[in-house]
């Protein structure tokens, strides 16, 4: 564990890329409070900012720069005027699907614009005192699980043989909440494995330059704010759509898969904890609710607030999902003094409340 000078409020200036996105305008206020100069990094990426405007959500004292992570010359241009005490590093392809057809652009937004900012930051010698990473749950792929006499082991990515035969769970074993300390990752899709990358780039880039880094490991954020045009990301939102045109949900595989659905406003105060807390550790943490809820119970509740028919099981499934995910959340507690406060039914009213307030939601 390392530890700095970093007093309550830090001030100086942190710098944000993908700041405009989901987890960037719900961290912006608590960083203009933290920060004396808030400086966002955002292509306003047209698969989640639809009209390429500046986001209403982001905090008017946030200077925004709309430039792409990936070219040399952002950094180029950015840097000469911003000194970053600390890096928040959110921009990212973020489609866990879709990154199996279009490998090379998570690859290059993913990996090559972390190593872009870093090569930024190293050749204007503006080293920050720490970088923050949002990484991913994606990075363990299915994960630990144990057998009956409680041995763990890793099953590995579920094959479309199993899983056409309805086959959903590794039969005779039960999952293991992932824990960045005990977990080892493998990664089932491209994201995960750009995310996990994301993550040795930038570990061994800090420790070789002794810039202190919080990795946090998030598990599904959803929440007021999410987009709801993006159609590859938010079953949550897309959940909500389809209640609120009156349909029943359909559920993939049997309905009991395992998520730890996140409220945005917990993420965000972990991510800004990341950011000002006195002491981090180098290694990965987990961010979740510390429990979880089957994508059927989430859509049981959406159904009630929409007053929509009961949800229903396909049995169709989705190549790259992973069954389970959960995570232990002790680490970021006992690091950060962090902890989550909003349970799933609070979290599921907030952004229901949220979608019926914005204009021209289409029912999905
Ligand atoms: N939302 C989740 O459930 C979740 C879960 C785990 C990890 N994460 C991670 O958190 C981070 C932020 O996620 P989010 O939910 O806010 O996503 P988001 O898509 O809402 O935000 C990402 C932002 O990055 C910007 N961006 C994309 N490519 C860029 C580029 N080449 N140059 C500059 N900006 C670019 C986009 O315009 C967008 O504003 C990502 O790194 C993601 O991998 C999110």
């Given at each position: 564990?390392t530890?700095?000078s970093?007093?309550?409020r830090p001030g100086g200036?942190?710098?944000v890329t993908?700041?405009?996105g989901?987890i960037g305008?719900a961290?912006?206020?608590?960083?203009?409070?933290?920060f004396?100069?808030?400086v966002?990094?955002?292509?306003?990426?047209r698969?989640?900012?639809a009209t390429?405007e500046?986001?209403v959500?982001?905090?008017p004292a946030?200077?925004?720069?709309?430039?792409?992570v990936t070219?040399a010359k952002?950094?180029d241009?950015?840097?000469?005027?911003?000194?970053?005490d600390?890096v928040?590093h959110?921009?990212?392809e973020t489609?866990?699907g879709?990154?199996?057809?279009e490998s090379?652009?998570?690859?290059?937004v993913?990996?090559?614009g972390?190593?872009q900012?870093?090569?930024?930051?190293?050749?204007?010698?503006?080293l920050?005192?720490?970088?923050?990473?949002?990484?991913?749950?994606?990075v363990?792929?299915?994960?630990?699980?144990?057998?009956?006499?409680?041995?763990v082991?890793?099953p590995?990515q579920?094959t479309?043989?199993?899983?056409?035969?309805?086959?959903?769970d590794?039969?005779?074993?039960?999952?293991?909440?992932?824990?960045?300390s005990?977990?080892?990752?493998?990664?089932?899709s491209?994201?995960?494995?750009?995310?996990?990358a994301q993550?040795?780039?930038?570990?061994?880039?800090?420790k070789s330059?002794g810039?202190?880094?919080?990795?946090?490991?998030?598990?599904?954020?959803?929440g007021p704010g999410?987009?709801?045009?993006?159609?590859?990301?938010?079953?949550m939102?897309l959940?909500?759509r389809m209640?609120?045109?009156?349909?029943?949900?359909p559920?993939y595989?049997?309905g009991?898969?395992?998520?730890?659905?996140?409220?945005?406003?917990?993420?965000?105060s972990?991510?800004?904890?990341?950011?000002?807390?006195p002491t981090?550790?180098?290694?990965?943490m987990?961010?979740?609710?510390?429990?979880?809820q089957?994508?059927g119970?989430a859509?049981?509740?959406?159904?009630?607030?929409?007053?929509?028919p009961?949800?229903?099981?396909?049995?169709?499934?989705r190549?790259?999902d992973?069954?389970h995910?959960?995570?232990d959340?002790?680490?970021?507690?006992k690091?950060?003094?962090?902890t989550?406060?909003?349970?799933?039914?609070?979290g599921?009213e907030?952004l229901?409340?949220w979608?019926?307030?914005?204009?021209g939601?289409n029912?999905?």
């Open positions: 564990m530890s700095s970093i007093s309550a200036t942190v710098l993908g700041g405009a989901f305008c961290i912006s206020d608590a960083l203009v409070d933290e004396d100069r808030v966002v990094v955002d292509n306003l990426h698969q989640i900012h390429g500046r986001p959500r982001l905090n946030a200077e925004l720069v709309v430039a792409d070219e952002t950094w241009t950015v840097l000469e005027d911003v000194t970053p600390v928040i959110l921009a990212a489609g866990t879709q990154s199996l057809e090379t652009r998570h690859t290059h993913n990996v090559v972390t190593s900012l870093l090569d930024g930051l190293n050749r204007h010698g503006k920050p005192r720490r970088i923050v990473l949002s990484s991913s749950r994606a363990y792929g299915e994960g630990a699980w144990q057998d009956a006499d409680g041995r082991f890793y590995g579920r479309s043989e199993t899983l056409d035969k309805a086959q959903w590794f039969p005779g074993a039960s999952p293991v909440a992932m824990k960045a005990e977990t080892f990752p493998a990664p089932v491209v994201y995960g494995a750009t995310k996990l993550e040795h780039v930038l570990q061994a880039w800090a330059y810039v202190e880094t919080a990795i946090l490991r998030l598990q599904n954020v959803y999410q987009s709801l045009i993006n159609p590859y990301t938010g079953i939102s959940f909500c209640a609120m045109g009156g349909k029943s949900i559920l595989e049997d009991e898969v395992r998520r730890d659905f996140i409220l945005i406003d917990d993420v965000a972990a991510i800004v904890a990341g950011a000002v807390s981090v550790q180098g290694e990965p987990d961010i979740g609710s510390g429990e979880f089957t994508i119970t859509a049981k509740l959406i159904a009630e607030h929409y007053k929509a009961e949800s229903h099981v396909t049995g169709q499934y190549q790259g992973v069954r995910a959960w995570a959340i002790t680490a970021a507690e690091v950060l003094g962090w989550p406060k909003y349970n799933l039914a609070q599921i907030q229901a409340t979608i019926d307030a914005q204009p939601v029912p999905a």
